[in-house]
């Protein structure tokens, strides 16, 4: 790792019950969590208050989603001003499956970006490639496009932390090699130089996502530009996720 504090997410998607999320939440309190890395987990819509209620203060919590603009006439979505008045710090946008399962393009989550950045929630921007993307050889151009989307849309990247999530990893246990994160990661920093800014370039977080357990994280954070992770299944085990996060080198 090398840019900022190392940041490690947990998105826990559409899983949990009460019970099962009061069980996540007492193994997260009472586990060992080295202090220099910024802890954050994404619980369902439902359960955000049943955390934010009974989680340390040392883990903060985000949204997997918020609505792209003030909250109103807007059937089954979630404003920002709401996520934020539950105590959000921070909103997932982008993944992969609200892209390719759900229909989300590039043009709505960035709207959704620079709303909650207007609003003051942090966001953690994901990109990443199908598997056909990358045999094809499409990899940096999917990323970069998706990339620009953010770029386009938003006015600051001081609030914003990129998830690199090839398609092709998340949920299959077919975890990037740390060579394979590496080079995209230090394509999109050096994207970020040429697009915004050396500056953010150097100090924007690129973490990496799919399929990070507590085996393989440790070589993933050693490479360079491997900054933290966004972790899925994995998240859901409250002494794993502490190993991912205590991965930082
Ligand atoms: C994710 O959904 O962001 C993710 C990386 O999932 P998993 O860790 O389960 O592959």
Redesign the pocket.
């Known amino acids: 790792s090398g840019s900022g504090k190392f940041f490690v997410g947990g998105?826990w998607?559409c899983n949990g019950t009460k019970d099962s999320i009061s069980k996540l939440v007492s193994d997260l309190n009472s586990a060992q969590l080295e202090s220099d890395v910024d802890v954050v987990v994404a619980p369902p819509f439902l359960y955000i208050d049943q955390v934010k209620n009974s989680l340390t203060d040392r883990i903060e919590v985000s949204a997997q989603n918020c609505w792209t603009g003030k909250g109103g006439a807007f059937t089954g979505e979630i404003s920002v001003e709401q996520v934020k008045d539950l105590g959000c710090k921070w909103v997932?946008l982008g993944?992969?499956?609200r892209r390719h399962v759900i229909g989300e393009n590039d043009e709505f989550i960035g709207k959704k970006a620079a709303y909650a950045l207007s609003q003051g929630v942090g966001v953690i921007a994901?990109i990443g490639e199908l598997l056909q993307e990358r045999e094809a050889g499409k990899t940096f151009d999917v990323c970069f496009q998706q990339l620009k989307a953010f770029a386009d849309a938003i006015p600051s990247w001081d609030n914003v932390v990129i998830?690199y999530?090839p398609v092709w990893?998340?949920?299959?246990g077919k975890v990037a090699t740390p060579e394979q994160a590496q080079e995209v990661h230090v394509a999109v920093r050096d994207w970020l130089t040429k697009n915004v800014s050396a500056e953010v370039a150097s100090k924007t977080r690129i973490i990496y996502?799919?399929?990070?357990?507590g085996s393989n994280s440790s070589d993933l954070a050693k490479k360079e530009d491997i900054d933290g992770?966004?972790?899925?299944?994995?998240?859901l085990k409250g002494p794993e996720f502490a190993t991912i996060v205590n991965s930082v080198t």
């Not at 996502?209 to 357990?213: C, P, T």
């Not at 992770?229 to 998240?235: K, R």
Request: proline share 0%; glycine share 20%.
């Open positions: 998105n998607k997932i993944h992969s499956e994901c998830a999530e990893a998340i949920g299959t996502g799919g399929s990070v357990n992770f966004l972790v899925g299944g994995a998240s």
